[in-house]
């Protein structure tokens, strides 16, 4: 049987609450079992995961080829067919995605703090999972192995939400999922997904308070902006990357060159790639030529304020939407501000908070900026694309917070995990 | 002149959005200036605030004796105006519980984790404030205080709205508070009360995304539920304690005793006294005459279930709504239940995942209930009152968190930080 056969499209089906609850229930039951799993048996899960996801290559192909028909006619942006386009190779980069994650340790029962107090009560504050951990997110099916890996290990079920266009890969792949968890001897619900209820499913799932112990959105800032707001279960939010570089006075040539390159070019379509370049007064004369000269043989449009076009004509003007904008293509806002404080302070207007870096030789500058920009990432002389799951050593990457609660900057395993105080006495009471 | 002529109340006033507006923007620029303030004036602020308020312990009595016969007047229940009184004792109580934070460790700067990549690139998570924490509560003018003196060592401002019941005692207290923090060169506006803008301005305070990073809810289920459904900021949801104690079959007679009448009899009124007491039925004959005869001769009122009426008659029938409230007085629900499954199954269904003990000498009982019981606090042989901040050893508290993201738990210091990733390179790029 084709694992096809299995896959229902939602546009047709009334939403089914009592169905939807029942997924849920499945859930809550599942993570339970998955809660007190040792990691040899998640490890085990998670290597019969990758050896299926290979043997049913074809099966997970062909229905990547349906979505991607589909998503053709419908006129879906070039960006989003790359993103939802899974090649041979592709499914076995996200086999070996989740092997990597085998290797990673598994934070569940950790003892985060511990101590005995002086009446002889001991107090341990020890790693347990969330539960069930719901994920919203679009036309990123390799999300769907991503999440389900992490959230495995870290001993949580998953209930997820990978969108209409890539409807027909998604139910294919946790079809695959669950059979792996099957033969290794745990639950199938422990990976889940709701894309068969359609819009109505996602909407219950943000106010699915008491089944769900954390939503995690990925995508577009409309649709992290819509869970944001319409969610009542606890989320966190994965961010935008309005992401600066500032090169200040003593910075070195050949490191603003490099960085700078490297921060917007490599790949302009992801969160951390740089998008406004700030540049001292003091040193725009030596550096800016040589910086944006480079970048303009990669492509990228320069779009620059008047003291900037002044010394690098080959740019286009900077508007105020500049500075807030995610190109997330080959552009580059560039300013002239004459301090640092002026930098910092364009930061803390324009920043999403995910990602700055200073190009300095300057210790003290260097100490201001690492203590005075509030971001999730601050970093000195290195490329801001270094914020992420896999560079931090995390393996793969749930996501990358920009709020402050909970988790900040690319999250893990230990960021899937909650605490849980364990209080032993031997018959005290409280005097 | 009084400090009482600074005081209006909210009825009065439209709601004035400019002026609401420049509030949150005082308390970010006062958060930028606290997040790199040196512990030592931190904690000489604190020592300036204990002094200013035993100094202007007549102010605060003589605002307090306005709000209670207020309180009076629209029919305040007694629980409330207990809690709502200040005495000049209790005014005192609130200075010691501010000297009590100069002592505990300030979290702010300390290393998290932190590693160096094989390309020399360093990683340090560092502890920085959340920056603006914002206060919703209801009628404890102490809370005023801990939550103030709490979020200033830990290097946040906060913005507090303590309902209009206790609107006096806050402004006189608040008002205490920036006197004593314009003597220490710290920002007065490091704590703020919006008060003054009446319903409107919690209403605008739990939508002040951007602007608020953190908002604690503390008082009524309701009050909780509201901040928590109504909020786009992120919050942490402090909860109503539905505790359970259960009694296993092979429980020390003198433990179960002691500890279910501390439990009950201690402080019936806050939120980690028992509600529910779970019996072995191996156990029940031989533990529930000397458990319950303790309580009734303190004059707590045993809501049994059938089989537990059947051993101590001296009670009053148990509906199923009694398994799911929080008395809050003196009032036992008791049960007897077959096995340690169905106590737990029981938990599952009506706990609020604050804390649950089970009195037992059996140690697989023991690591099973610890397990398995999904709460904040699990105790083994312990009284369910020691979940608390002071106790723990935090100092005061700034609420018990009953959610998993973030907090879990009696909530001190560090759960009124953030993280930041601190990344120094010297020229490397992503390859």
């Not at 069930?132 to 997110?137: D, K, L, M, Q």
């Not at 998604?170 to 999922?177: D, P, T």
């Not at 260097?366 to 000195?380: G, I, N, P, T």
């Amino acid at each position: 049987m084709s694992l096809l056969e299995n896959v229902r499209t939602s546009a047709a089906d009334a939403f089914d609450a009592g169905a939807f609850s029942d997924r849920l229930r499945l859930a809550q039951s599942a993570a339970r079992t998955l809660a007190t799993a040792t990691t040899a048996v998640k490890n085990a899960a998670l290597e019969a995961i990758a050896h299926d996801l290979i043997e049913h290559v074809d099966d997970i192909v062909a229905a990547n080829a349906h979505d991607l028909e589909r998503g053709r006619g419908s006129g879906l942006a070039d960006g989003l067919l790359d993103r939802l386009a899974l090649s041979p190779r592709r499914v076995h980069d996200l086999a070996d995605a989740v092997l990597d994650i085998v290797a990673i340790a598994d934070p569940v029962g950790e003892t985060a703090r511990g101590r005995t107090l002086p009446n002889g009560v001991h107090l341990e504050q020890v790693r347990v999972p969330f539960g069930v951990v719901g994920a919203i997110y679009e036309a990123r099916p390799n999300v769907t192995a991503d999440i389900a890996a992490l959230a495995l290990k870290s001993g949580n079920a998953v209930v997820l939400r990978g969108g209409s266009a890539a409807e027909r890969t998604n139910a294919v792949l946790v079809s695959v999922i669950q059979g792996a968890l099957a033969r290794t001897g745990l639950p199938e619900a422990s990976v889940q997904t709701i894309d068969g209820f359609g819009r109505a499913g996602a909407a219950e799932l943000m106010r699915a308070r008491g089944y769900v112990d954390l939503l995690v959105p990925r995508g577009s800032a409309q649709l992290i902006q819509t869970v944001v707001t319409e969610s009542t279960v606890p989320v966190i939010e994965t961010g935008a990357g309005v992401v600066h570089i500032v090169l200040d006075e003593s910075a070195r040539e050949d490191w603003a060159v490099e960085i700078v390159h490297n921060a917007k070019v490599q790949r302009p379509s992801v969160c951390n790639a740089v998008e406004t370049l700030l540049v001292h007064a003091a040193a725009a004369e030596r550096l800016l030529p040589p910086v944006l000269q480079a970048l303009r043989a990669s492509g990228v449009t320069i779009h620059a304020d008047a003291r900037a076009t002044a010394i690098f004509p080959d740019s286009v003007p900077a508007t105020d939407e500049d500075w807030a904008t995610e190109y997330m293509s080959l552009d580059l806002a560039v300013r002239v501000v004459d301090t640092l404080d002026e930098a910092i302070d364009h930061i803390r207007r324009y920043s999403t908070h995910h990602t700055e870096s200073i190009i300095t030789n300057d210790l003290g500058n260097a100490d201001r900026f690492l203590a005075e920009v509030d971001s999730a990432v601050v970093m000195v002389n290195a490329s801001t694309r270094f914020t992420d799951g896999g560079e931090f050593g995390f393996g793969a990457e749930v996501g990358i917070s920009t709020q402050k609660l909970h988790a900040r900057g690319p999250m893990g395993l230990p960021e899937l995990t909650s605490t849980k105080w364990i209080v032993r006495g031997s018959g005290q009471i409280r005097r």
